[in-house]
């Protein structure tokens, strides 16, 4: 008996665009170049199209080589309906052992996701109702590649242009000198007033002695989290840091599947849970991630990726959770992946800084495929 359900195709398109250097910012992890992703693209055998996007984990050319390889013939000839079985028939082949760790979670996130634009697809509803939620209004904070290192005056005007669209929460780039990264949180603070939250994200660039520097100053300034302050793997770091000031810790878009995060749970130094639905390991996992999260009494605040597929996806996930907190939303000055891939915008921001999913089905976007055929990999660092 045919199975219409069966997989019978799975590409990866790996796809980049420039950043010229007027729209490049600086961060912790370098000077932003050019943009890339990995979109996963998955056919069924009655002509079902799912597209999912996976992070490119700084070598896209190498996470779609193994997609288009090893990852295909895990998933080639497999019920695109049983989500489940998939991910642990891939977990279990390729990422439990003698595997490629974490390029294998990044293509798996985006093979999954795919196979939930599929599945929505089949049962003709919107990705947040298909996963127990309902449509509601998410809180967003203005991050993406953004509100970087630059003079205070220039990040305290680019914080009141985001503050003016509607945000009422800030991420800012820090992870420079102690001083420099206090100078900016404080210009931007006298900027906005008390009412807007601000975040900051060191993109694993302190030491101790930096934390131990800005603690004191950030916690005045009513900073909500310092994300990243260390490596996912220096736990030795965030243990010691917790007691050098109040201010919380914010992690997890560089950690890869529940038991990933069953560690950082276990170790409770991070506060704010991060979990990037293309790298952490698709909606499956992410949804699991929520759920250990909330058993511990805590939101999961998503990384976003590049594109609108991980835009509105974590929407509708956030949607699903029972302990949803904020959407990072991508206020990157250059962002075709977000504004152009698909028929529509990524997400539209309301006056009051919240975001709703599409009411469409799956995550409520059509691809544009002249768009991707326009965008081919482009070799090379993503930061330098």
Known sequence: MKNPMRIVKLEAVPISFPVPENKSVRLGIGRSVKRDSVLVRIETEDGHVGWGEAHHGRAPGAIAKLIDTTMRELVL????????GIWARVYKMQISTHGMGAAAVLALSGIDIALWDIRSQVDGQPLFRLLGGSSKKIKAYAGGIALGWQEPDSLAREALEHV????????????????????????????????????????????????RKVMPAFDEAGVNWIEEPFPPQDRKAYRMARRLGRVPFAAGENHFTRYEFATLLEDGDVQFMQPDLSKAGGVTESMRIAAMASANKLTVN??????AINMA???????????????????????PFRDEMMDKVAYVLDADGFVRPYDGIGIGLKINLDFIKDHPLIDGPCYV
Do not use: M, W
């Open 77 to 84: 000839n497999q019920d695109a309906s049983d989500i489940n």
């Open 164 to 211: 003016a669209t509607g945000y009422r929460a800030l991420k800012l780039r820090v992870g420079d000198t102690a001083e420099k990264d206090i100078a900016r949180v404080l210009a931007v603070r006298n900027a906005v007033g008390s009412e807007i939250d601000l975040l900051v994200d060191a993109n694993t660039n302190y030491t101790l002695l930096d934390v």
């Open 302 to 307: 998503p990384h976003t990726s590049a594109t």
């Open 313 to 335: 996806t974590t929407i509708h996930y956030l949607c699903a959770v029972d302990n949803p907190g904020y959407f990072e939303g991508d206020v990157t000055s250059l962002n």
